[in-house]
Nanobody, 123 residues
Framework: QVQLGESGGGLVQAGGSLRLSCAAS????????MGWFRQTPGKEREFVAA????????YYADSVKGRFTISRDNAENTVYLQMNSLKPEDTAVYYC????????????????WGRGTQVTVSS
């Protein structure tokens, strides 16, 4: 069992930066693929980034590539999402999720989810 809790969301102007954190409980955190997703009202949950247990294999959505960076600290049971050059279209609730299997962009392959943190980017 893994429990996840996001923090670091807020209101920022376009071009600004935010760093999201996701704290995880559970001794098996270091073996999970961790992902970040986002969702806006009326839309499906959208993949943002994912990272394998080793912190080396990464994958990003094209819309955030070059602006967002995912990382993890297995000793601290935490995964991060550094978001730079934010745009109004990045406004969403951001969720972290844990997946015991392969590096995936598909929400239903992730077994555990946090409650989300709101990110709002003003123009």
């Amino acid at each position: 069992q893994v429990q996840l809790g996001e923090s670091g969301g807020g209101l920022v102007q376009a071009g600004g930066s935010l760093r999201l954190s996701c704290a995880a409980s559970g001794r098996t955190f270091s073996t999970y693929v961790m992902g970040w997703f986002r969702q806006t009202p009326g839309k499906e949950r959208e993949f943002v980034a994912a990272i394998r247990w080793n912190g080396i294999n990464l994958y990003y959505a094209d819309s955030v590539k070059g602006r967002f960076t995912i990382s993890r600290d297995n000793a601290e049971n935490t995964v991060y999402l550094q978001m730079n050059s934010l745009k109004p279209e990045d406004t969403a609730v951001y969720y972290c999720a844990a997946n015991p299997g392969r590096l995936s962009t598909t929400p239903h392959e992730y077994n555990y989810w946090g409650r989300g943190t709101q990110v709002t980017v003003s123009s």
